[in-house]
């Protein structure tokens, strides 16, 4: 079972969000970009293991443009509204509602767990929504219409006119209206991991402790039972003789009453066996023989994932579903253990068909080593899906190049790509002694950039970021029309004059070339075509030793190859027309 698809209309920076879902789902994205917004709205239909969170809104979870119509509506109307001629319908119609959907997917054995919320029975589909509302709008209109007639009232109003008390929220079955029953809503769980997280390992309240004790009576039988009781046992009659408990309840022998030994022998001290949740719960995690609370944020880290994914391996009688959001597993973890993430997490979504794992990420390895297929990129509150949005040939053109970094790939302000290491040298190393430029990120790639260039323009074609392509002509004049024809304002695409860059280098800097180096690389007596096909036998080694002058500023009067020269004045420039 698993979420299928996911709509969010109007939570936080997340206006009109429409996307399908997969057992095991990557989000992306820069900062403030809507990564968490995104999980956390998937998280508030469902009810939550950890309780952490409240289905209940405020006034800054709904969003902005959202309100700012609203406003602007009233402000519009405000004379109808003060005349009692605005109808209820036409305010419910532009006031700010949060919905998130749920639709469900069953297994080929799960049906019967969304009975109760079907909403198509030919697919069996599941759906869930939750639903933020004002109850009452009613209310709402006379409430505004006192408002906007009051002579103080101004732009700044905003909280009054759109009261968070008249609001409430709602679990229905989506295109039937039922309301789904807390007993029916318990079987679909959500367990959220926040980012900070650092502390889970140091009493037993924290993250870790509830899934530790999960997993220890999960794998407890009844006969585990009986042996952990019979082990309890001897351990109290240990306690006793060890205390010579039988030499303390000895009143028996200071009384002359009758029958008294008969009464105080029947008197001891019964082993009081704690309930099995009580003795798994006195259970704390460790790691070679110390406290796990004394490791360092990694270990404790990957070590909470690994207890809580083994902990959902066997499904639990009463639940149907479970969601587990993740925000950065990768925190404080070396590489090593990023791949050992990587991997756990993988296998799991593909043993486990009850618990969706979503989790956000920084991590080009936890990018790559999962699958470009399941991966969601949110830029300014939207969302990408790189499984819908690209075909496989476009996200196996990313896969092959197993060193790229996908997030400088996407979200690098401003980045230029190259197709070699002689352009990438060259490039990085100018950029070295160019301050105004310390902000461009250099990719190298090997073959043509079409899709490329078609994937950054799905991820950024609406930012103001830049992107830069540095080609060799090699004698392809469609080949460069077909790369040209992709430029935009917000990208440029340069191609050398010559057949590649050591070409166009000895056109720009001939004579420099030949004072400088002449001598070491008997350039003294070439002109200046065959000194171009004597670098290019050799290029990798002059090119390093130019760019190591370059950086240590002995090479003056070096000049740039004008297809270069131009990328980087786009780069340099603070605005631009569309």
Request: charged residues 25%; proline residues 2%.
């Amino acid at each position: 079972m698993k979420i299928s698809r996911v709509q969010i209309n109007n939570y936080r920076n997340l206006r009109h969000i429409d996307i399908e879902m997969g057992n095991l789902m990557t989000i992306v994205g820069d900062n403030n970009s809507g990564k968490t917004n995104f999980l956390r709205a998937l998280s508030i239909p469902l009810s939550s293991d950890d309780n952490s969170y409240s289905k209940s809104l405020s006034w800054y979870d709904i969003n902005n443009d959202a309100k700012k119509e609203y406003y602007n509506f009233l402000q519009t109307e405000k004379q109808s509204i003060i005349n009692g001629e605005l109808s209820v319908d036409d305010l419910v119609a532009v006031v700010p509602e949060v919905k998130i959907k749920l639709f469900i997917t069953p297994g080929d054995e799960e049906h019967y767990d969304v009975n109760d919320i079907l909403i198509n029975e030919g697919k069996w589909m599941g759906g869930i929504l939750y639903r933020y509302y004002i109850k009452n709008p009613e209310t709402l209109l006379k409430t505004i219409k006192a408002i906007l007639s009051t002579e103080n009232n101004d732009d700044d109003v905003q909280m009054s006119l759109l009261p968070m008390e008249l609001y409430d929220y709602s679990v229905t079955v989506p295109g039937k209206g039922n309301k789904v029953s807390y007993d029916t809503l318990s079987k679909f769980r959500s367990v959220v991991i926040p980012a900070e997280r650092d502390g889970f390992a140091s009493n037993a309240d924290r993250l870790g402790s509830k899934a530790l004790s999960d997993l220890l009576k999960m794998r407890m039988t009844a006969e585990s039972q009986a042996r952990l009781e019979v082990a309890y046992k001897n351990f109290f009659d240990t306690v006793k003789k060890e205390s010579e408990l039988d030499k303390i309840l000895n009143w028996q022998d200071y009384t002359d009453i009758k029958n008294a030994q008969d009464f105080f022998h029947k008197i001891s001290v019964l082993p009081n066996m704690p309930q099995m949740s009580s003795i798994f719960g006195s259970v704390r995690l460790g790691y070679e023989e110390g406290n796990l609370s004394m490791q360092g944020l990694g270990y404790r880290n990957i070590i909470l994932m690994t207890v809580l994914l083994n902990s959902y391996i066997n499904k639990e009688q009463d639940v149907s579903f479970r969601l587990m959001t993740v925000e950065e597993p990768e925190a404080h973890l070396c590489i090593s253990n990023i791949l050992l993430l990587a991997s756990l997490l993988n296998n799991f979504s593909q043993r486990n068909s009850y618990t969706q794992i979503v989790y956000s990420t920084h991590n080009a390895e936890l990018i790559n080593k999962i699958g470009l297929d399941k991966v969601i990129v949110m830029h300014n509150g939207e969302a990408i899906d790189l499984n819908e949005g690209l075909d496989y040939d476009e996200r196996d053109y990313i896969a092959v190049h197993t060193n790229t970094d996908i997030m400088k790939l996407l979200y690098s302000k401003k980045l230029i790509l190259v197709e070699g290491i002689t352009e990438e040298l060259l490039i990085k190393s100018y950029l070295q002694v160019q301050c105004d430029l310390n902000d461009v990120k250099v990719l190298s790639f090997h073959k043509g950039y079409t899709k490329i260039i078609d994937i950054w323009k799905k991820v950024n074609g609406a930012s103001h970021n830049r992107l830069g392509i540095v080609r060799d002509f090699d004698n392809q004049p469609n080949a460069r029309s077909e790369h040209e024809k992709r430029q935009s304002k917000n990208i440029i695409i340069r191609t050398t004059k010559g057949y590649t860059l050591e070409t166009d280098i000895v056109h720009e800097n001939y004579t420099l070339l030949q004072e400088k180096y002449g001598d070491e690389y008997g350039w003294s007596q070439m002109n200046e075509e065959k000194l171009q096909a004597e670098w290019r036998n050799k290029k990798s080694g002059i090119m390093l030793r130019i760019c190591h002058d370059i950086v240590n500023g002995e090479l003056d009067g070096f000049i740039m190859p004008p297809h270069i020269k131009d990328i980087l004045d786009f780069m340099r420039e603070n605005n631009y027309e569309d």
